[in-house]
């Protein structure tokens, strides 16, 4: 860490794709703590069919787990989901770098387009993104949402 990311509140985590076990169930953990304990889904809503085949992100910083994703190839889209951060760890630019390493990935893998739904409550961050609104409002969990869009260059 450099002196200047304490000046402006950003921190550079190492986001890795989550493959050993350990590095899922640090993925887990964090969906559980925001998602399931913050926010009060259901823990047969947070874990679905899909986490065995998706590809699992997990943010690190130092050694400790602070963010995780994860992202499935859905048509044209790549799909982000379950974009969390520990509530300890906002506001220092982790949401973005999970986004942005997303965003990478999603384009190596040849595709030109991402998707997301995301909570309300968060639609200014993800519009500050390049995200744009493609649905009228749902709930999903109860929680309002509304799938998002982005063209990725």
Do not use: C, W
């Amino acid at each position: 860490m450099k002196p200047s990311d304490l000046e402006s509140n950003t921190y550079m985590m190492n986001i890795i794709e989550a493959t050993s076990k350990a590095q899922i169930e640090d993925a887990y953990a964090i969906r559980r703590d925001v998602f399931v304990n913050e926010q009060g889904v259901s823990l047969d809503e947070e874990m679905d069919e899909h986490d065995d085949s998706a590809t699992h992100l997990v943010g690190y910083l130092e050694d400790e787990a602070v963010a995780a994703s994860r992202l499935r190839f859905v048509d044209k889209y790549g799909k982000f989901e379950r974009i969390s951060v520990l509530s300890s760890k906002r506001g220092k630019s982790f949401g973005k770098q999970m986004i942005e390493a997303m965003e990478t990935i999603t384009r190596n893998r040849g595709y030109h387009y991402a998707k997301l739904n995301a909570q309300v409550q968060a639609l200014g961050f993800y519009q500050s993104l390049g995200y744009e609104v493609v649905s009228d409002e749902f709930l999903d969990a109860g929680i309002p949402h509304v799938t998002m869009t982005k063209a990725l260059a």
